[in-house]
């Protein structure tokens, strides 16, 4: 009794410094996946507390079970809006990048560490996927606006590359233990498990939909009846051959993009149940760390921390993003929110689950390339996004907004606003028909509807309304102001109509005109550049000037912006990421140079050589005569 109370004593104790320290840490900026690993240290054997934990079995155990939570919620909180715009790059850095980044790291680990080349391999398994709490965390509560198409590339791809280091993780563990199977064994085993993943995970999340939008159980049961299921299928796809992780991905993403009772409240159950599995597994893995052993490995481990940020991670990024339209500046922005956390040292426990000889020096290493990129990236994705001017500047003042979810499935929304002081309502404008206040609270009273029909600032306005009409009402309760310098230089400096053509365009402004474009509208010509998928902006060149997607409502183009004189938003940061159209008129350049200066050196010789070398050669067979001076 007394031992149990002390366990939980212990426990309860870190999970309030956990979140104690979090709060301090998000005044200052600190990542706060670090600052759960950092109470973990001080708490060890090594640290203050002196706790000693050393279960390798229980500490897999139970980050197996906290990374399928917080994979789940990755999926349920994951539009396919987003995978329409970033499908492919994502999950091309979720496949081949994981394989490039785990191949550069195993070679240098190999040279860096001395060990077998399998062993090294591992190193590069465990460090090669991105992060997806730490990637989560930084992009949505952190305050960093970028684009979408960048921001949901990056999202997905942490969330969907883990199960493809898990598998290079398994392989290589196999391998070490029992040799290389054939090539179609090998084969084999990773249909199986990316295959049987996919296929239970998608079903998996139906079904659960359906039960829970069908059975109607007592609201306080369905986050229950979500997390029991999301653990059978991680579980039961594990049994069966399939990749578990994978699958409690796909079948959040699948029951987060259907229409689902009690929607609301198994969101913010589920993310908060992410935030304690998140503090759990650092916080377990800190516990379990050794800083007594990191003096040996100390200086490899951070020459492989640092060519995973420098060399491998953009080398990834660059091979994978070459086909898709990303500036070098989106690259490198990608190439840097590289992140590593708990999957990674969660993979490094692996070898030592397996008795290799090099498992604790593989799990240190990890460690250690952790906590340089939480504590070099995570603390710099600000101010590197600010840098490439990534920012994407707001088109409207702040709303606060509320969604509540309605009984009985109705097509309809009850949300608040505080309205803006800028705001058009706030000036006096009427609102319209579908936006009128349910209710209003003004300095902390309920105003009667007839005494508010005149909104003030600060008042919180309670409406019902349908999700279509969303992004009218949050123009009429926001602020409007115009554009300043800094986002006229992302929008652009004039608004045009997207209906216009192109001949109407080139004629008002005297630009070049392609025949073959002239009756085309902006709108086309746009969608057309960029294969569909537009988005905030995007920008082509037409000449002198450049278009630019202003605005869009329901994916259609609904304002094209004209930038008069580009700006140098697109201009690259770094002399890398170059796009293949980019590189190929660099290599046709330097050919070009190198070929004249050859020219160049063979007419100088020429030049130099006497008269008579410049003569018939001798007779075959004679000896040629010897040239002096």
């Keep these: 009794m007394e031992t149990a109370s002390t366990i939980i004593l212990i426990g309860s104790s870190l999970l309030i410094v956990s979140i104690l320290t979090s709060y301090l840490a998000l005044r200052i900026g600190t990542p706060l996946l670090l600052i759960f690993l950092g109470v973990g240290l001080f708490a060890g054997v090594d640290g203050v507390g002196g706790i000693s934990f050393n279960d390798a079995d229980s500490a897999f155990l139970i980050g197996s079970i906290a990374l399928a939570v917080i994979l789940f919620e990755s999926g349920l909180d994951t539009k396919l809006s987003s995978y329409r ?16 980044t785990s191949g550069v790291i195993g070679v240098a680990a190999h040279f ?14 465990a460090v090669s996927s991105t992060d997806a709490a730490a990637v989560f965390f930084l992009l949505r509560v952190g305050g960093i606006t970028i684009r979408d198409r960048v921001r949901s590339t990056l999202e997905i791809e942490s969330g969907s590359n883990d199960p493809t280091a898990i598998l290079l993780t398994a392989m290589l563990v196999e391998a070490a233990l029992h040799g290389w199977g054939t090539p179609l064994e090998l084969a084999g085993f990773l249909v199986k498990q990316i295959a049987g993943g996919a296929v239970l995970g998608i079903l998996g999340g139906a079904g659960l939909a359906a039960f ?37 991905y796909a ?16 969101r913010q159950f589920h993310s908060g149940l992410t935030w304690l599995s998140q503090i759990v597994m650092f916080v377990m893995l800190g516990l379990f760390a050794t800083p007594h052993d990191f003096g040996s490995i100390a200086l490899p481990a951070l020459a492989l921390a640092v060519l995973l940020i420098l060399l491998a991670r953009p080398l990834a990024v660059w091979l994978c993003l070459l086909p898709f339209r990303f500036s070098a500046n989106e690259k490198t922005f990608m190439a840097w929110v590289g992140l590593r956390g708990a999957v990674s040292m969660l993979l490094a426990l692996v070898p030592i689950l397996g008795g290799l000889p090099g498992g604790q020096v593989i799990f240190n290493t990890a460690f250690l390339v952790v906590i340089v990129s939480l504590a070099v990236q995570g603390w710099t994705i600000g101010p590197m996004a600010r840098w490439l001017k990534l920012i994407v500047p707001p088109r409207r003042g702040p709303v606060e907004r509320f969604e509540l979810e309605l009984p009985g499935g109705a097509d309809q929304e009850m949300v608040a606003y505080t309205v803006h002081p800028k705001s ?59 554009l300043d310098q800094d986002d006229r230089a992302f929008y652009g400096d004039l608004a045009l109509n997207p209906d216009a053509t192109v001949e109407q365009i080139a004629e008002m402004y005297g630009l070049p005109l392609s025949l073959a474009n002239a009756q085309r509208s902006l709108r086309d010509l746009l969608r057309n550049e960029f294969g569909g998928a537009c988005e905030l902006g995007d920008r082509m060149r037409m000449g002198g000037v450049e278009l630019i997607v202003r605005d869009m409502q329901d994916g259609q183009i609904t304002s094209v912006g004209l930038a008069l004189e580009p700006s140098a938003m697109d201009k690259p940061r770094v002399p890398l990421f170059q796009g293949p159209e980019r590189l190929w008129q660099t290599i046709l350049s330097w050919w070009s140079k190198r070929s004249f200066r050859r020219w160049q050196r063979r007419e100088t010789r020429r030049e130099r050589l006497p008269a008579r070398a410049l003569e018939a050669p001798a007779l075959a067979g004679n000896k040629p005569e010897r040239l002096e001076g």
């Design 112 to 125: 860096l560490l001395g060990l077998p080349w399998i062993e090294s391999f591992l190193v590069g398994a």
């Design 85 to 100: 715009a970033a499908a492919w790059p994502a999950l091309s850095l979720a496949t081949f990048g994981v394989a490039i």
């Design 251 to 266: 079948a959040g993403l699948v029951a987060g993009n259907v229409k689902l009772r009690g929607a609301l409240g198994l």
């Design 212 to 248: 829970i939008n069908k059975a109607r159980l007592d609201p306080g049961l369905n986050p229950v009846v979500t997390l029991a299921f999301a653990l059978f299928l991680f579980a039961g796809t594990n049994e069966l051959g399939g990749s578990g992780f994978l699958a409690v």
């Design 424 to 482: 058009p309502a706030a000036r006096g404008q009427r609102t319209p028909r579908f936006a009128r206040p349910s209710l209003v609270i003004r300095d902390g009273r309920v105003v009667p509807l007839h005494k508010a029909r005149t909104l003030q600032a600060g008042d919180m306005v309670y409406l019902f309304t349908p999700p279509s009409q969303l992004p009218l009402i949050d123009k009429l309760f926001a602020e409007s102001r115009p």
